[in-house]
């Protein structure tokens, strides 16, 4: 059977069917046309498809793939928040962090563990013992001592008032009579 | 899987195949990038009614390469001669007479690619350099794939006469 041209193009992309490619190729050993028709046309693909022929290295498409969905995230604002993003991490760097938090623990167990050990000592101190001085003021210190016996946890407590009695002057000033300053003192 | 994810898996999957086909009928990159970008972003706004991931990868096919074309043919003629210009081949580490040949060869195809008509030059880049096949390049072309069979020899032809008139070194 002879084959047309477009059998032959379609051999060369390989969407001939089975049994007719099998036919062709049999024509193809026989028929120096068919064979020369073949060479042909596979020149113009090798000619097509070598970007390397030119000398120039092809396109990234691999960066360009990723440069375009970069673009695209923010046009459509696509961009998903800092948590539910993807992050891949390369094993060594993964190893080298495990290893380092496994070294930084121990380094704090063995210098922190004496310290440790002396945490019973002052948990047995007496708050008795313990001499605590507040400086507050007349409001705030009312609350301070308030909020001292809400907690039940001082026994006692003494206000040491200052050495000289300061006064502030509350509201604006007014003359009043003697007579109404006197009954206010009864 | 949410709207995002489907698209992401659409663009994935379909990105690498527009990108060539739209570079090649452009030349340059960024310009392809560009016009993908487009491309995609109308898809997202019509992906509800574009069921199917293989629908999809027709859809967007089509609109790149529409895309491309427009923006080629607002290019005119003065602007293919730059883009010939613009892709003159970059002398690799090869050199002397072989090398020539081969950057004659290689700009002798890339303006015969050019000088062939749109429904040929089409069929011959999607196959070339979208590598898909002719059920594909037939779904995306919305013709027969009978057709595209015709149009792939006819485009193959057409370059074998060209290249033999011009005498072209075959490396």
């Known amino acids: 059977m002879y084959h047309n041209g477009e059998d032959i193009s379609a051999y060369l992309d390989g969407e001939l069917a089975s049994e007719a490619a099998a036919e062709l190729e049999r024509e193809l050993e026989t028929d120096p046309y068919a064979r020369a028709e073949l060479d042909r046309l596979r ?3 090798q000619l097509l498809g070598s970007e390397s022929l030119s000398g120039e290295e092809g396109p ?3 960066s360009s ?3 375009t969905w970069m673009a695209l995230e923010h046009r459509l604002g696509l961009r998903q928040p800092l948590w539910k993003r993807r992050v891949t991490l390369p094993y060594p760097a993964v190893a080298a962090a495990a290893v380092a938090v496994f070294v930084l623990v121990g380094l704090l167990l063995w ?3 004496p310290q440790l050990g002396n945490a019973p000592s002052v948990a047995g101190t007496s708050v008795r013992d313990v001499d605590v001085h507040i400086a507050a003021g007349g409001t705030e210190g009312e609350k301070l001592l308030r909020w001292l016996n809400e907690q039940e946890v001082v026994g006692a407590a003494s206000v040491e008032l200052p050495d000289v009695a300061q006064f502030r002057i509350m509201g604006e000033p007014r003359l009043i009579k003697a007579a109404e300053f006197r009954s206010r003192g009864e | 899987m ?5 698209f992401k898996a659409v663009y994935d999957e379909v990105y690498p195949l527009t990108v060539r086909i739209v570079y090649s009928i452009t030349g340059r990159l960024h310009v392809a990038e560009e016009l993908c970008q487009d491309a995609f972003i109308r898809y997202y706004q019509h992906m509800d009614t574009i069921p199917t991931r293989e629908q999809a990868k027709f859809w967007l096919i089509r609109v790149s390469k529409n895309l491309a074309l427009n923006h080629e043919k607002q290019r005119g003629r003065e602007s293919t ?7 003159q081949p970059v002398r690799g580490p090869e050199s002397g007479e072989t090398s020539v040949l ?3 060869a290689y700009k002798a195809v890339q303006d015969a690619l050019e000088e062939l008509p749109e429904n040929l030059r089409l069929v011959l880049v999607m196959r070339e350099y979208g590598n898909l096949t002719y059920r594909e390049i037939a779904e995306s072309l919305e ?3 009978a057709n595209v069979k015709v149009r792939m020899h006819r485009a193959r032809e057409r370059l074998a006469k060209v290249l033999k008139e011009a005498d072209i070194y075959v490396p």
Do not use: N
């Not at chain 2, 001669?81 to 892709?87: F, K, N």
């Open chain 1, 111 to 113: 210098f922190g563990g």
């Open chain 2, 81 to 87: 001669a730059y883009q010939r210009a613009y892709r």
């Open chain 1, 65 to 67: 793939r990723e440069r």
């Open chain 1, 60 to 62: 990234d498409f691999e």
């Open chain 2, 2 to 6: 949410d709207r995002r994810a489907e």
């Open chain 1, 43 to 45: 020149t113009v693909d």
């Open chain 2, 102 to 104: 081969k950057e004659e």
């Open chain 2, 143 to 145: 013709i027969s794939e």
